[in-house]
């Protein structure tokens, strides 16, 4: 139960990442299917 959790935490941490790294660079933060590749 907790490593599902946890995994679906380190997830959004991820994305917020991701988001964030659009937003610096000027980008557009849009949820398209390269925030899950790497």
């Known amino acids: 139960m907790f490593h ?3 995994r679906c935490f ?3 941490q991820h ?3 991701k988001m964030k ?3 610096e660079k ?3 933060p849009v949820f398209d ?3 899950f590749e790497d």
């Open 4 to 6: 599902a959790f946890y």
């Open 10 to 12: 380190v997830l959004n």
């Open 15 to 17: 994305v917020i990442d």
């Open 21 to 23: 790294e659009k937003k």
């Open 26 to 28: 000027g980008i557009k």
């Open 33 to 35: 299917i390269d925030i």
